[in-house]
């Protein structure tokens, strides 16, 4: 498609337009119809696509740094390996986009909507999720350091395996998402939704979990060294072999003695002295000094 010397495409109908290569640097597509629109390894480095419909454009491996991209509609869009370092997606809609690979370093999500996107070994450092929705998302894999998550909602969304050491996930909706194995030492998780969400072999070591609700969570064989539960809600919590040593769990709601019964280690916890006595009584070996911690549980 020839390209006009000034790059203005402001309201223009392009849909299904071909820009394969293309150098649009610069360019101008103020909410412009970019539907089905092919623009594949095109360079639209620091491009104006405001309010832009890109419904199933294939964006694989694109320029994209630098853009603006507020309120675009990237519905089922294709930016696997695109470049898209530092634009602004505010408002952006990316439901069931695929971002496989994308590199997303300091973008500005704010308000987007990733439900059902393919988010699997994404750059996402840096960004600003602020009341970003990534319901049902995947991010397996994603890198998520010095991420804004206060307020995110993850519902459903596989997290596995995903590094969010010291994040601040304060009130985040981590409802039945999918967190084992997922690496949260000394995360900022305070009045979080962890409803029903799966955390077995998760690593909380020095995480902050007041007035948490984990209902119904699992955490079996999770690492909860060192974490501070006070007044969150724990009721039909599975705490099949976690590690409390520790840990804070004064105040805590509707804990049980048969939930802390199958824990993996009480030692050094802080417990209600009612439930302390009755647990000393009946379980002595919780309180033992367990064995030395596997060196790579403290990474």
Sequence with gaps: ????????????????????????????????????????????????LYGANLHLANLQGT??????????????????????????LHLANLHL?????TDLYGVNLQGADLQGADLQEANLQEANLEKTNFQGAKLGGAKLEGAYLIGIRFQGANLQGVDFHEANLQEANLQEANLQEAKLERAD???ANLESANLQGANLQGADLQRADLYAANLQGANLRGVDLEKAHLKITDLGKVDFQGANLKGAHHLTMDQLSKVKTLYNAKLEEELFISLKGKYPSLFEVPEPQDPKDQE
Excluded: C, V, W
Excluded at 3 to 9: N, Y
Excluded at 72 to 83: K, R, T, V
């Design 1 to 48: 498609m020839d390209i006009p010397e000034k790059k203005d495409f402001r309201g223009a109908n392009l849909q299904e337009a071909n820009f394969e290569k293309a150098d649009l640097r610069g360019a101008d597509f103020y909410e412009a119809n970019l539907r089905l629109a092919n623009l594949q390894g095109a360079n639209l480095h620091s491009a104006n």
């Design 63 to 88: 320029e994209l740094g630098g853009t603006n991209l507020q309120g675009a509609n990237l519905h089922l869009a294709n930016l696997q390996g695109a470049n898209l370092h530092l634009a602004d």
């Design 97 to 101: 986009a695929n971002l496989q690979g």
């Design 189 to 191: 998780l305070i009045e």
